[in-house]
């Protein structure tokens, strides 16, 4: 299998040596049938764990009833969908594609019209943060201000600046009269779980609400619970003009979304933006019972108790093994540990003691489990990163 893997797919992924081909919960078996802990969730997308008996039971029963119709007719589940995630946010509409990736497109064509249409014609210029990362298309990889990821695909389209992140008065400085929109994640999760203090999204709502430039949160990685409030924009007490999410809304299934206030969405008319597939009655019906779920068993609390714990463990780890490990960071169940080691090294270790986990930035474990999560699979984590580390190091 591995070896048509090779032969046949186009090599974008260096894929760990293991086929998964089941999953409960926090766990996953591969196809010899050995047990993992999922610690990775999917790249942060399964929150509610593998095999939920309700996302099951949604999928069963809207695949056989309506799976696909497009966007010229009214959906019921897109509609309920689009409100309930209006009424637990800032927003006041939705509109719903496929991947992270569209879900931030979308968000830069919409600031891009808002500003023209606003009175500056010439205003279309997105201020990204470096070591920031919104996806693979060609406007979102440009928008990804990590020049690794650009090589090969130039010409980049034109109209994006890189700021450091955390330094608002890089900010400052770079916005004039032709900014449209600052794009920024409230946690940088590719690029290391880099978390900024606390004065920076505030500061940031000031310095667009003083320009007239709009501030768009990418919560694709952060959002629904995952940093132990729905939105990780709660944490700072700020909201945004427009949000992208993706990943966990639909535990799987893809899905995409840009939610923006009236002022900003009544932009878009019949004709300026579509997608066929998006916000489809399948997609939408499990994002409306991932989302209900998560709200009504308080899953964003448990993130926040749950990573608690993984940090708390983790940093007991650090202080047993100064030399191989760094920093602990994270917020909910977005976990960073910064290894002196080569993380590559200690995914492995952790991979054959029965632990799944992911890399971010340069050096560092990143941790992203199902929001699910016990107490007794936290505890086991650990136990294992330790062993893992104590073998990498040897
Ligand atoms: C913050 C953020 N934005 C955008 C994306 C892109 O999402 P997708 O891979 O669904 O296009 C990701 C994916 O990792 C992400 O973490």
Redesign the pocket.
């Known amino acids: 299998m591995i070896e048509w893997s090779d032969k046949h797919l186009m090599t974008t992924a260096k894929r760990y040596p293991i086929a998964l081909v089941r999953g409960e919960g926090a766990r996953v078996w591969d196809s010899e049938g050995k047990e993992y802990l999922d610690f990775t969730g999917g790249?942060?997308v399964t929150a509610l764990g593998h095999s939920h008996p309700k996302v099951v039971g949604t999928m069963r029963e809207q695949a056989a009833t309506l799976l696909h119709v497009s966007n010229l007719f009214h959906i019921p589940q897109q509609v309920q969908l689009a409100k309930l995630l209006c009424e637990h946010s800032f927003a006041d509409r939705v509109f719903f594609s496929n991947?992270?990736?569209?879900?931030?497109e979308t968000a830069i064509k919409l600031a891009r019209k808002c500003a023209k249409e606003r009175g500056a014609s010439d205003r279309g210029d997105i201020i990204s943060m470096r070591g920031?990362?919104?996806?693979?298309?060609l406007a979102?990889v440009t928008a990804t201000a990590q020049e690794k990821y650009h090589h090969g695909y130039e010409p980049l389209p034109g109209g994006f600046k890189y700021v450091p992140f955390n330094d608002l008065r890089a900010v400052e400085r770079s916005i004039d009269s032709r900014t449209a929109a600052v794009l920024v994640?409230p946690i940088?999760?590719?690029g290391g779980i880099n978390i900024p203090d606390d004065s920076y999204l505030p500061g940031l709502r000031k310095l667009c609400d003083e320009t007239g430039v709009l501030l768009i949160f990418?919560?694709?990685?952060?959002g629904m619970g995952r940093t132990g409030k729905l939105w990780c924009y709660e944490h700072a007490g700020v909201t945004p003009d427009i949000m992208?999410l993706?990943?966990a809304l639909a535990n799987g299934v893809?899905i995409?979304a840009t939610l923006a206030t009236e002022e900003v969405a009544q932009v878009f008319t019949p004709g300026s933006h579509g997608s066929t597939f998006g916000g489809n009655p399948f997609a939408t019906a499990v994002g409306l019972t991932v989302f209900t779920t998560l709200v009504e068993e308080r899953l964003p609390e448990r993130a926040e108790r749950m990573g608690r714990l993984l940090r708390e463990r983790l940093l007991a780890v650090r202080s047993r093994h100064p030399g191989a490990v760094k920093e602990v960071r994270g917020r909910g169940l977005l976990v960073g540990m910064d290894l002196t080691t080569p993380v590559g090294d200690a995914v492995s270790a952790c991979r054959e003691r029965g632990l799944l986990v992911l890399t971010a930035g340069d050096n560092t474990l990143r941790l992203a489990p199902p929001l699910i999560v016990d107490e007794a699979a936290v505890e086991r984590a650990a136990e294992i990163i330790e062993r893992a580390l104590g073998a990498a190091h040897a």
């Open positions: 790249i942060a991947s992270g990736a569209e879900a931030n920031g990362f919104h996806g693979r298309t979102t994640e940088q999760g590719e990418d919560e694709i990685q952060t992208t993706a990943k893809p995409g």
